[in-house]
């Protein structure tokens, strides 16, 4: 199984970025992607993920209205796109496949339990700064 996150860079506040997750390597039909995020000095929080089945999400309230998940399962791919950026959100992003308890938690909980994910991608730095 492998993960692919891209798409990070520099950006002014204000500012979008579109980040994708290219995924591989599993057959699985009934799955979750979790998008989660690492500042520097600071714990790995996750922000939003997507229910393969039917697309339904979770976001985070940190990033609610801002961000916003989707998918193109044609492509094996699942998308961030993260408009109105702040230099808060400067991290290194990496996205993540497990069941789709990752959502159902979330969702219940108000909050991303990553013990949920199963396999992580390899993180994509977005740097927010004028």
């Known amino acids: 199984v492998q993960l692919q996150a891209s798409g990070g860079g520099l950006v002014k506040p204000g500012g979008s970025l579109r980040l994708s997750c290219a995924t591989s390597?599993?057959?699985?039909?009934?799955?979750?992607i979790g998008w989660f995020r690492q500042a520097p000095g600071k714990r790995r929080e996750g922000i939003g993920c997507?229910?393969?089945?039917?697309?339904?999400?979770y976001y985070a309230d940190s990033i609610e209205g801002r961000f916003t998940i989707s998918r193109d399962s044609a492509r094996n791919t699942v998308y961030l796109q993260m408009n109105s950026l702040e230099p808060e959100d400067t991290a290194v992003y990496y996205c993540?496949?497990?069941?789709?308890?990752?959502?159902?938690?979330?969702?219940?909980?108000?909050?991303?339990?990553?013990?949920?994910?199963?396999?992580w991608g390899q993180g994509t730095q977005v740097t927010v700064s004028s």
């Open positions: 993540a496949l497990g069941g789709l308890q990752l959502l159902t938690i979330a969702r219940a909980m108000n909050k991303m339990d990553e013990t949920y994910c199963d396999y």
């Open positions: 390597g599993f057959t699985a039909r009934d799955f979750a």
């Open positions: 997507i229910s393969s089945l039917d697309s339904s999400t």
